[in-house]
């Protein structure tokens, strides 16, 4: 099992950058493929990125594709999502996720409980 708790997360202004970082517990982290989805209000959750366990493997939602970067540290059991360019449809809650399989859907086992991103004009 594995415990996922974001941040990084805030305010900022059309056309700037966050950093989302994913602090995972246990030792099996190496064991997982990550995943990042978002959900706007009244929107249903979609997915974002997603990297392999090893990392050698990333992919990516189309509306990301080029701006969004998705990386791992299995030493420090931690996954980023490097987002620029952000535009107003990027606001959303921004959660990550973890799973036995390197998938793009929402059948992730393990979720943390979410970080806000919010992008202003």
């Known amino acids: 099992q594995v415990q996922l708790v974001e941040s990084g997360g805030g305010l900022v202004q059309v056309g700037g950058s966050l950093r989302l970082s994913c602090a995972a517990s246990?030792?099996?982290?190496?064991?997982?493929?990550m995943g990042w989805f978002r959900q706007a209000p009244g929107k249903e959750r979609e997915f974002v990125a997603a990297?392999?366990?090893?990392?050698?493997?990333?992919y990516y939602a189309d509306s990301v594709k080029g701006r969004f970067t998705i990386s791992r540290d299995n030493f420090k059991n931690t996954v980023a999502l490097q987002m620029n360019g952000l535009k107003p449809e990027d606001t959303a809650v921004y959660y990550c996720?973890?799973?036995?399989?390197?998938?793009?859907?929402?059948?992730?086992?393990?979720w943390g409980q979410g970080t806000q991103v919010t992008v202003s004009s």
């Open positions: 246990g030792r099996t982290f190496s064991s997982y493929a």
């Open positions: 996720a973890a799973d036995e399989r390197f998938r793009s859907t929402n059948e992730y086992a393990y």
């Open positions: 990297i392999s366990r090893g990392g050698s493997m990333t």
